[in-house]
């Protein structure tokens, strides 16, 4: 199991830069596939972030390290892709630990 770390934040021609950590929980779940091997995800703002950022803690089983970032960064961006709210924004920042 791993412990990722996303932060996501509005590129300069992001029409929505408020949002809504709920929202943000709801498409990832929505975008995540059987074999994302999502257990777990929880977003918010402000957390110490710099400006519109929100940041994104997710659990997930993956056979490696490098399989981890790779599959936390992909869902992140099918999330963005799904969500109208999230038209312009980038994934910034991935990071993994093991428990």
Do not use: K
């Amino acid at each position: 199991m791993y412990v990722l770390a996303v932060t996501v934040a509005p590129g300069p021609d992001a029409p929505h830069r408020d949002l809504d950590p709920e929202i943000l929980d709801t498409v990832i779940r929505a975008s995540a596939r059987p074999d994302d091997r999502l257990a777990h995800v929880r977003s918010g703002t402000g957390l110490g972030l710099e400006g519109d950022a929100a940041g994104i803690v997710m659990f997930a089983n993956a056979d490696s390290f490098l399989q981890a970032i790779v599959t936390a960064r992909r869902l992140c961006d099918r999330a963005i892709e799904a969500c109208p709210e999230l038209v312009g924004w980038l994934v910034r920042h991935v990071d993994s630990h093991t428990l």
